[in-house]
């Protein structure tokens, strides 16, 4: 309990922030994002990795993120084409409703909910699930859908070179060869790894944006519809109805499944000039509304 209690209290703090005057929200979340993502995210992965015991259960939390972006491009587009929307708006709405904030939110929920053994499956849901998805799935959509041009050599280079892909590749080969660190090294990367929760929800907090004012609402109310409950249950459908699985790693999946819009893929929208304003509000609305979804969520599973 008190680990949630402490996820509120990270968020509110960053709220706070974003309200002082004096605070700098823009350079500051960045330097958060920053350092969670080059420093703790990879941490986590040189630490939890080596020490997961490899089972073809694995890859149903691997399998999460690619289902359900598959699912948001199958939805949108087909909805779109029907109503006729713009090929700006459809981009926006695959990319910001088929990514969960699975790192960000998902590791310091996932962390309290189910401790270190839950964080080995949430790592795995993240890294080779919604990162990988994101700069290859994500990066093709944002481009086939604004004026963008990016080729595959770029896209290859931006995967190869981002330090958690990094890290989770190094850790992957550590895995399979047995290998870990030295007891002194694991509790640094483990100390490192802790600034997840933190840090994470303070910036999470500074970026939060609620715009009452717009014409997406109906949009907004789609995609938080496919990302905060659709989502989940075509996975609890797949995994558990159909395919008679129950097991923490499973319920870990289901959750990781149900988190909040993922902040980068918003911003990666924004970037490519896919509807700013709605990539905002996925995260603005999307955030809060998670915390009470997941709540219905968690009590399913269990």
């Known amino acids: 309990m008190n680990n949630i209690l402490l996820i509120f209290l990270y968020l509110a703090i960053g709220l706070v922030l974003q309200r002082l005057k004096a605070v700098p929200v823009t350079k500051l979340y960045k330097k958060l994002n920053k350092i ?22 694995l890859l149903y939390p691997i399998s999460v993120a690619w289902i359900a972006f598959v699912g948001s491009y199958l939805l949108f587009q087909i909805l ?38 839950g964080m080995k499956t949430a790592i795995l849901v993240d890294q080779p699930g919604s990162f990988v998805v994101l700069s290859t799935l994500g990066i093709l959509v944002a481009t086939l859908y604004s004026k963008g041009n990016q080729n595959a050599g770029e896209i290859a280079k931006k995967i190869l070179l981002f330090p958690p892909f990094l ?35 303070i910036s999470v907090g500074l970026q939060l944006r609620f715009e009452t004012r717009s014409q997406h609402w109906k949009f907004l109310g789609l995609g938080l519809l496919y990302k905060l409950i ?5 996975i609890y459908i797949l995994y558990v109805v159909v395919l008679d699985q129950k097991s923490q790693i499973i319920e870990v999946a289901i959750l990781e499944a149900g988190m909040a819009p993922m902040i980068t893929a918003c911003i990666l929208a924004s970037d490519h000039g896919l509807k700013p304003r709605l990539s905002s509000m996925m995260i603005g609305f999307g955030i809060p509304a998670s915390f009470i979804s997941l709540i219905f969520w968690y009590f399913i599973v269990h």
């Open 36 to 57: 969670v993502i080059y420093i703790c995210l990879p941490a986590l992965a040189l630490f939890y990795i080596p020490k997961i015991h490899w089972d073809n259960k």
């Open 80 to 117: 779109g084409k029907r109503y006729g929307w713009s090929k700006k708006l459809i981009g926006c709405l695959i990319i910001t409703a088929g990514l969960g904030n699975t790192s960000f939110l998902g590791y310091p929920i996932i962390q309290a909910l189910y401790g270190e053994e």
């Open 167 to 201: 890290s989770f590749g190094v850790a992957c080969v550590m895995n399979v060869s047995g290998f870990d660190f030295e007891q002194l090294v694991q509790s640094s990367l483990k100390l490192l790894g802790s600034g997840v929760t933190p840090l994470a929800l």
């Open 230 to 234: 659709l989502t989940p249950a075509i």
